[in-house]
Nanobody, 123 residues
Framework: DVQLQASGGGLVQAGGSLRLSCAASGFTFDDYAIGWFRQAPGKEREGVSCISFSDGSTYYLDSVQGRFTISSDNAKNTVYLQMNSLKPEDTAVYYC????????????????WGQGTQVTVSS
């Protein structure tokens, strides 16, 4: 019943910005956390950021701290990832997923993986 869809990716030059959106349907945020993940070719999927709606806490991968910001518009059931000062190493397919057990949980606890959105950062 829970469905998530990531969008907003594209091609951008290094130093540029993109805003990704994660639209949720079939549930409300009250009992969930939403995480952003990314996967580059030949690499494992890694967690980028997460927002917990139980207490509003946010978390970031060290390499994106200070450049990326996660936020939500609860009325629209949408979570955003604002990505600034993009680097070529940020190139990946970005996904969002949900968990009912908070942000500090194993990656396998996240569910409802949607279709990812491609982010490509050129030099």
């Amino acid at each position: 019943d829970v469905q998530l869809q990531a969008s907003g990716g594209g091609l951008v030059q290094a130093g540029g910005s993109l805003r990704l959106s994660c639209a949720a349907s079939g549930f409300t945020f009250d009992d969930y956390a939403i995480g952003w993940f990314r996967q580059a070719p030949g690499k494992e999927r890694e967690g980028v950021s997460c927002i917990s709606f139980s207490d509003g806490s946010t978390y970031y991968l060290d390499s994106v701290q200070g450049r990326f910001t996660i936020s939500s518009d609860n009325a629209k059931n949408t979570v955003y990832l604002q990505m600034n000062s993009l680097k070529p190493e940020d190139t990946a397919v970005y996904y969002c997923a949900a968990t009912s057990t908070g942000c500090i949980v194993p990656k396998s606890d996240f569910r409802s993986w949607g279709q990812g959105t491609q982010v490509t950062v050129s030099s």
